[in-house]
């Protein structure tokens, strides 16, 4: 039973900082990419930062280069995101992801991920 679990969000004030966490188990990703999406209300689900199966390619939305950080850890099997200088607009359920697929490009459509997370909520207070 594979299973993604988050952790680190929380209610946090605009500048500040939080590191969300995902721990997997249930099976390895370290051939698979690995990332974070978004929610804010509504139903879109839009993506943050991704990160290929070796480490060597990120992916981050405009909104949020140069204040996150992707980074993975095979060995404990997680993969974790640095929140840096958080904006109001930061504000949303986040999501871990993992997809099925071994050594391919990391997609940047929530569709081309097939295990997830239960979400966490990051909220940010201006």
């Known amino acids: 039973h594979v299973r993604l679990v988050e952790s680190g969000g929380g209610l946090v004030q605009a500048g500040d900082s939080l590191r969300l966490s995902c721990a997997a188990s249930?099976?390895?990703?370290?051939?698979?990419?690995m990332g974070w999406f978004r929610q804010a209300p509504g139903p879109e689900r839009a993506i943050v930062a991704v990160?290929?199966?070796?480490?060597?390619?990120?992916y981050y939305t405009d909104s949020v280069k140069g204040r996150f950080s992707i980074t993975r850890d095979d060995a404990k099997n997680t993969v974790s995101l640095q929140m840096n200088n958080l904006k109001p607009e930061d504000t949303a359920i986040y999501y871990c992801a993992a997809s099925g697929n071994s050594m391919v490009k990391p997609g940047r459509v929530s569709g081309a991920y097939d295990y997830w997370g239960q979400g966490t909520q990051v909220t940010v207070s201006s």
């Open positions: 990160i290929s199966w070796d480490g060597v390619t990120t």
């Open positions: 249930g099976r390895t990703f370290r051939h698979s990419s």
